[in-house]
């Protein structure tokens, strides 16, 4: 197992000013910009965009990480996109709910549905279609948010790459993988390892606890947590929120797949100590099962099918 770095800053708004000044001190801190980047090339930013709902609801990657982010690309050369599948209608529109639209496209940063499927082979041999968009990807910087979740405890950066499963499919991997919730995170781990994001960036300035990952409460929590290791990342988000890491389902299955740095000694905190700001009171979901049935599938692609006809109608 190899040491990991973790860039740990305290924010505790979303000013815009502020969250480029911590992002920026985060790339500095795990080595420079130029260890992850170089110019010219094409990044894929994969935020968390789920649902269309507004920031102050925490369910989304919030607009000010987003921006930000891209406009430190931007600047160093890079050729940023931001994308991603949600699991309820399209990229744009979440985005539009997010407000982001118009200053990702001043800054000419394109927002894009990852589609265009294709068939890919992980390391257990489960074949899967990935978006040939991340896949062609020089380099994707991974932006979850960082939030509680009814059937994994919480999601903080491993999942987040599972919005690379174009659309409805993912609904379908929860019933192939979902016959207990180890089997489901084994696959959330290879996809991860398959994909190979540089680094993750998770946004827990405003975090989501109680039923996520969609109807949860904002919760602040006041960080941005960074690295090119996931492992190291969940692992000190679970103390961030004053729990055992072996009781979050990825970070476990992560420890038995040898796979990323469980070992909390290991594990280099780079800027702020948390150690006087741990959050007690971080309301857990209830659990239910990852397995989704097949009418439980077949209800979720008719009811998106319904959505998009709908905010179709009303343009």
Known sequence: MSPAKVALIRCEKYDRSLI????????????GLDKFVSPGDKVLLKPNLIAPKPAQCATQTHPAVIIETAKLLKDFGAKPIVADSPAW???????????MLEPLEELGVPVKQLGHPQNCKLADNTEVTISKSALDADVI?????????????ATFAVKNMFGCVPGKRKALWHFQKGDNT?????????LYKYIKPSLTIIDGIVAMDGPGPISG??????????????????????RLINDEPDNFPIIKTAK????????????????DDYKDKICT??????????KFTLGRVLKSICKQILL????????
């Open 217 to 238: 409460r904002g919760r602040p929590l006041g960080w941005l947590i960074a690295s090119a290791d996931p492992i190291a990342c969940e692992t000190i988000c679970a």
């Open 281 to 290: 009171d971080f309301e857990p979901a209830v659990l239910i099962p990852v």
């Open 308 to 315: 998009l006809l709908r905010l179709k109608k009303k343009k």
């Open 256 to 271: 038995e797949m040898n796979f990323g740095c469980t070992d909390e000694s290991m594990i280099e905190i780079e800027g």
């Open 182 to 190: 180890k089997q489901f995170c084994e696959f959330l781990i290879n």
């Open 20 to 31: 480029s000044e911590s992002i920026q001190r985060q790339f500095d801190l795990l080595g």
């Open 89 to 99: 209608t399209t990229a744009k529109i979440c985005a539009k709910k997010l407000n």
């Open 141 to 153: 910087i991974n932006l979850p948010k960082f939030k509680s979740h009814q059937q994994l405890v």
